[in-house]
Every structure is written in C-alpha cells, then in structure tokens.
C-alpha cells in the first residue's frame, strides 16, 4: 500500500489552509498532522531550520514547505484538477488574486482575529490549545501573534478603515460569486486557493468576522464551504467543467480587482520601492539569503499610506516572490491582452506591478534568497 503525504499544519493556520484545499480537490492521498506533534520538532524542523507551516512530506521522504509551493509540488507531478487556467488574461488574474490573498488580507485577518480577542476569546484559546496555565506555551505563540499588528499597519485610525474595507471587500465577491461557483467558472484557481486562506482561516472561522460573512455575503460563505469540499461541490449551480469561456473576465471579476489596489495598491507600491532600495544598497551576491536569520522575515519598515491614512507597514522579502510569479503571467500577455491588464491595474492602483525592477528572490532550501535578474 503507498504511503500517504503528510501535511504538517493546523485548522486555524491561514497558509495551511489553501494547501490542506488544494490536496483534497487534487485527490492526493494525505494525512494531516499538527505542528505541535514530536515528529514535526524532531524531524521537520532540524530539515527546514524553523519553525513554521504548512509543510508537505511526501511518500519519498522529500519536504515541501509553504502553500504555493506545495501546490506547485503537485502541479508538477501532474495534479487532476490543475489550478492554472489555460488563458492569458485568467492565468493573469488568477496570479493577482494569489498574491492578494497571499499578501493583502493580511491586515484585516490578523485585525478580526486579534483586535476582538476578549470577545472571542474561548474559540481562539481553544483554537490554539491554551490551558489554564498563564505561563502555557500556547499563550505566548498567541501575543507573538498579537505583537504582529502594528507592522501589519493595525493601529486605532486604521480600524474604521480596516472595517470599512472588509465590508466592501464582501459586498464585490459576493456579486461575483452569487453567479459563478468559482473565481473563473466551474474549477478553482490558485487565485481561489490564495483568497481561500484567509477568508476560510481567519475571516470565515473566528466568529466576529465569521458572522459578518454569513450576515451579509452567504455566497462567500457558500464558496469556503465549497473550496473545502473534495469535489467541485456545485450540485446546486448549473452544470460547469471548466474555465469561463473564451477567457472572459466579468466586470464584477474587474470589480474585484479595483477593490484589491484600495487596499493594497499604496502599500505594495512603498513596499516594492523599499526593497529596491534595500537591494541597490546591499548588492547581495546570487543566492545569498535575503536576512541572516531565516526566522527574521521582516527585513524593515516603510511610510506608506492605507485608504488615504498615512502609515507605517513592514516589509517581507516573501511579498517579492509572489509579486514576481504575478509579473511573470503579467508578461506573458502581447497586444490588447496586455494593454486591457496595463489599463485594468493603472486605474485599479496596482500600477507597481510591472514597473522595471533589480531586486528579485528566489526560494531556495525553504527560505528567500537573492537572485539576479
């Protein structure tokens, strides 16, 4: 009998959960396992150098680390059900959902999850296996977490915001996904899977931000549910195989889109330009990794602004790699393809994506490194 995979995360981990959906629809053999068990310390940890999830350990013994790259770790061996449309413009949007997903639900994630804590107290506790201890080790992961919201731009002017945006976030995704069952049709993308993380994990599990997705957004609801499923899930929708034809992008699809540069075009733009800099003045060597500590994923801080607010966020090197697999579908569009994206991000505040760059990383042994262009 072959062995299954094993996914090393938890059910309430935002990363975990775009890899745990993609592996169900995928119909691979896997077991879940949580970071908390003596195998992960002892046997991943030594291997990927820290402590983190989600992480995939395949039948061979060979270790996959991070959602994205677990889903690509299965796309290569040949998945059932890719999740890369076959169309420009989709595989386009479907990186640029990825990366939104990925990067710019951060703030509101980790704001519901944490900001209303006191009043949501026993999901969490029991979320994260807090005892009664005060001292418990579980406890301290948790205010790591909380010591996060700062960086993340959360702070008492941006609150209102973080809110208001959230709110119009669900409205523009429940006008599209009140009609179609998937972000691009009848199968997920990886643009659903990198939504799925932190609407299901965060915003759709704990229960103040949960409840306001089922108050006002039941087909976003209805599409977590369905993500979750090992099959398509669409007993309830008319019949739908595949892409939406002729790789068409519905206006509430473009919608979308100019809801996510309102949230994110200002920051990502201050973010990119930081990094530039940072590179140009450390010159790093090809492959060398891009902090001295793995573990220290923030390499600093930038002014910015949120919804006209000014503001101050830290910058990831991780933000690079997954702005740089949306460049790379970005620049595979010629002639009116490309100048409908040029014209969809200009006017939707996400002009940065594109724009001329040294600065790149690659992930290399599980962490970002260096590369040159």
Not at 196 to 207: E, I, S, V
């Amino acid at each position: 009998m072959t062995r299954p995979h094993i996914l090393y995360g938890l059910p309430h981990s935002l990363y975990t959960g775009p890899a745990r959906a993609y592996l169900r629809k995928s119909g691979v053999a896997f077991v879940e396992r949580s970071a908390r068990e003596p195998e992960f310390r002892q046997q991943v940890m030594p291997a990927i150098g820290r402590s983190i999830i989600p992480v995939l350990v395949t039948p061979e013994g060979q270790i996959v680390q991070d959602s994205v790259d677990i889903i690509d770790h299965v796309e290569a061996a040949g998945a059932a059900l890719s999740a890369y449309p076959d169309r420009p413009r989709q595989l386009f949007l479907a990186h640029l959902f990825q990366l939104f997903g990925s990067q710019g639900l951060l703030r509101a994630a980790m704001h519901y999850r944490w900001s209303y804590y006191d009043v949501q107290r026993a999901f969490l506790d029991h979320a994260f296996g807090v005892s009664g201890a005060e001292d418990d080790p579980s406890r301290g992961a948790m205010r790591k977490m909380q010591s996060y919201l700062p960086g993340l731009g959360v702070r008492p002017d941006t609150i209102p915001l973080i809110e208001q945006g959230y709110h119009d976030l669900l409205a523009a995704l429940e006008a599209h996904l009140s009609v179609h069952p998937y972000l691009l049709g009848g199968r997920p993308s990886i643009g659903d899977y990198g939504l799925f993380g932190p609407l299901f994990a965060h915003l759709g599990r704990d229960p103040v931000p949960a409840d306001i997705m089922k108050r006002q957004a039941p087909s976003v609801f209805r599409w977590i549910e369905r993500l979750h499923a090992p099959d398509l899930d669409i007993p309830d929708m008319p019949a739908a195989d595949g892409w939406l034809a002729g790789d068409a992008v519905p206006e509430t699809l473009e919608a979308l889109v100019a809801e996510m540069g309102a949230e994110m075009g200002a920051e990502l733009a201050a973010k990119l330009a930081w990094l530039e800099d940072h590179y140009q003045r450390l010159a790093p060597a090809d492959g060398e990794p891009v902090s001295a500590k793995p573990h220290q994923r923030t390499l600093g801080v930038t002014p910015s602004r949120y919804r006209g607010v000014p503001d101050e966020v830290g910058v990831q090197p991780y933000l690079l790699y997954m702005v740089q697999r949306t460049e790379t579908a970005l620049g595979a569009l010629a002639g009116a393809d490309r100048v409908w994206a040029d014209d969809l991000l200009a006017r939707s505040g996400l002009g940065a994506l594109g724009e001329p760059r040294q600065a790149r990383v690659d992930r290399r042994n599980h962490i970002e490194v260096w590369a040159r262009p």
